[in-house]
């Protein structure tokens, strides 16, 4: 598959466990924001949203948060398995969407 | 059901050459977006459409170039072809609405080799 980010920041986590990736944006003024999966030799995934006006988001499985006084992102994935190694990245509105570096999540069987 | 496809996935080509890849998506979308992917730098913007004969220069279109005639497609152009052009291109697109772009679909990608 497509190499995509050997040198990104990586997060390694036990089967089973639960899994917190972070994330900081730049804009105050971005009302919107998204994560993306991407899994070797793939396009980047939706994930889940959120709009500023909210502090917590849940999913199956992921919660996202939003700490709009520090400008911070992450998103909690419950549980985690072997399928959710991938890179993750979060995406904040703007017009187009300004991308993070993203994080590999690697999870250890 | 609605999708986005590239073409090819796969292309290697000469230093020079002129080199165009395929975008299209059956969304409907007026946005479409070109992206690169090298390592340690995530996704950057090298051009963007939110509609027909409507393009826009993002963060690295320097040797690069789009048209969109129509709502489907918009094909991404290397005049002449770098080495330093070598990456993963990857082609998105998403619905516009009150001004604001939300969520993005992504095609699956083209890996492009300069030599």
């Known amino acids: 598959g497509e190499s995509v980010g050997l040198h990104l920041p990586t997060l390694s986590v036990q089967e089973g466990d639960n899994s917190i990736i972070n994330c900081a944006y730049s804009?105050?003024?971005?009302?919107?924001f998204i994560w993306y999966k991407q899994e070797s030799g793939k396009g980047p995934q939706f994930i889940i949203d959120?709009?500023?006006?909210?502090d917590k988001r849940q999913g199956q499985r992921v919660t996202v948060l939003l700490n709009k006084t520090v400008k911070h992102l992450s998103l909690q994935i419950a549980a985690t398995q072997p399928g959710d190694s991938a890179v993750y990245f979060c995406?904040?509105?703007?017009?187009?969407?300004?991308f993070g570096k993203g994080t590999r999540l690697s999870v250890i069987a | 059901d609605a999708e986005i496809t590239q073409s090819p996935r796969h292309k290697i080509t000469e230093t020079g050459r002129q080199v165009t890849l395929a975008c299209h998506q059956t969304?409907?979308?007026?946005?479409m977006f070109w992206y690169r992917q090298d390592l340690g730098h995530g996704l950057r913007l090298i051009h963007y459409?939110?509609?027909?004969?409507?393009?826009n220069k993002g963060e690295v279109s320097d040797g690069y170039s789009v048209s969109r005639s129509n709502t489907e497609d918009l094909p991404l152009t290397l005049e002449s072809a770098a080495s330093s052009q070598t990456s993963v291109y990857f082609c998105?697109?998403?619905?516009?609405?009150?001004?604001?772009?939300?969520?993005?679909?992504f095609g699956p990608g083209t890996r492009l080799t300069v030599t």
């Open positions: 969304w409907n979308h007026n946005n």
């Open positions: 459409s939110y509609g027909v004969h409507d393009t």
């Open positions: 998105a697109s998403s619905e516009r609405t009150s001004g604001r772009t939300y969520e993005q679909y």
């Open positions: 959120i709009r500023s006006n909210m």
């Open positions: 804009n105050s003024a971005s009302d919107y």
């Open positions: 995406a904040e509105s703007d017009t187009p969407l300004v």
